[in-house]
């Protein structure tokens, strides 16, 4: 029998699936569990985090047609397998051992906008391929980052990282956030006001606080900022597919982790993840919800999350 209209996804999700879950596989984001061919996963706290089946997956897709029909439209046409319940420590170890495994093999390259560009190489530190500021590794180590913040102050209304994983309108599976982003892999510059499916594109160069008012609009329903953890496993299944780096600050393109914040002695801050040409390394550091310092170079996408409930 012949799948209605409404039976079909507007993405091809078993190629996408499929890809996805190789790339999490390669990179050694997800591995064998405990029992017969189950792969996942291990949270912070020990647990189990099975990869969801795609058949879950299209079931998850059928239930938020709605959504992902009006959000493809206006888009987004990617889909991410983010384990939020991964601990940072662990997926920052991976996204090192991606960048060294890439560069022994053939080198790491600039992103690219279409796969007809040339190829560049970058260099790649030989000392340290990710650096992370202490200020941001103690909070993610000591549980302090607020995760899915509605506003970027004391006033938050956000939750923990515990809960988030077990909130099943981020993850809609424990521990995995399942959604769609757009694959254009760099943000619209300054000025360069690009709509689509009645959705005005987020430009570069705004702070987070601009980003996270404009958020509360009407064509941007269902989006959410994203997290460390989305921006680390974006880069390394970039870096899996095709050995470009992302998020490069010299294109001007570095990403606000619009979906975390923190709140520290002498200010209020989110994360930020990029990769440091001059340097040859990827930087995650914070920087305050007012910057206009960075703004010229940084800037926000979004994922939209399926919900599973």
Known sequence: MTPSKRDRTVIPLRE???DRAAMLRASGIVTPLCGPERLGTIGGDGREFPLPALEQVEELFRCNDELVREKHAQGFDRLELTPMAMPLPALIGRLRATVLKRSAEGGIFQTRSSSTDALVPVRVNSEKQVWVWDTLRHAFEAGDLVY?????SDDHQGMTKGEAIDDESICAFPGWSIGLTESIPF????????????RERLEAGLSPNEYISALKNGPYRGETGNTLEDFLVRSICRLEATGEVSNDVSDDNALWCLGQYLRISYAQVVPTGRWH??????????HRTNNKQCTKSFGATTVVRLSGG
């Open 187 to 198: 943000m619209s510059k300054p000025g360069q006001v690009t709509i689509t499916g009645g």
């Open 16 to 18: 996408e699936y499929a």
């Open 277 to 286: 040409r001059s340097i040859g390394r990827f930087r995650l550091d914070m």
């Open 148 to 152: 899915f913040p509605k506003e970027l």
